[in-house]
């Protein structure tokens, strides 16, 4: 018999040194000890990921939801105030998928998440242009591959849930590490150069 779970903590990651809370999931195996996250291949610590997911009480679960920090900030109002929309509705969405809503709330979100990712990563790319950003080619690219990944975890919800949860982890870890506290940082010298903030 395998059982599958899902945890969502706190942690430091990636060597980034950026405090994210994320996610981790995994399967515990009758007769083996756990376990390998089924995409990304992180560490986990199996037995207390099943007993956090079984039996921690849903509202410190969900204090755990991902939150903007200072080292976040780009230094430009108006994106990091896109940024902080961009989180609260990978948060609804995380939340929607843990109470095992329904799939029209989900498509619902997923739409809202599509919408908004076009939306901030135009005004980005907008100032790419404007500023003549050297990083822009390789910053858009990302742009479109995040863009596709939103469109293929929509593809997917026909899936179950907890199959779901594993892809929305991965989402945000993307986002969350390589872009918003990774790429992202990489233009704030730029246009910080060319007066906006
Ligand atoms: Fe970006
Ligand atoms: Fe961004």
């Given at each position: 018999m395998q059982v599958r779970f899902l945890l969502r903590a706190h942690t430091s990651h990636g060597g980034h040194g950026v405090a994210v809370s994320t996610r981790v999931c995994g399967a515990l195996s009758a007769g083996s000890i756990p376990v390998g996250h089924?995409?990304?291949k992180k560490p986990l610590i199996g037995a207390f990921c099943f007993l956090y997911y079984n039996y921690l009480p849903s509202n410190i679960k969900k204090n755990m939801a991902i939150t903007f920090k200072?080292?976040?900030?780009?230094?430009?109002k108006e994106i990091d105030d896109q940024h902080k929309q961009f989180i609260a509705i990978l948060n609804e969405l995380a939340d929607a998928i843990d109470n095992n809503k329904t799939k029209e709330t989900l498509a619902h979100i997923f739409d809202e998440l599509g919408s908004y990712a076009e939306f901030h990563f135009a005004t980005e790319e907008k100032y790419f242009d404007m500023f003549s950003y050297d990083g822009a080619e390789e910053h858009k690219a990302k742009h479109q591959e995040l863009k596709e990944k939103i469109a293929d975890l929509k593809s997917k919800m026909a899936d179950n849930q907890v199959s779901l949860s594993f892809e929305l982890i991965d989402f945000m870890e993307d986002w969350l590490i390589?872009?918003?506290?990774?790429m992202d940082q990489k233009y704030v010298q730029c246009f910080k150069e060319h007066g906006l903030s």
């Open positions: 089924p995409h990304c200072e080292e976040h900030s780009v230094g430009v390589d872009h918003l506290a990774n």
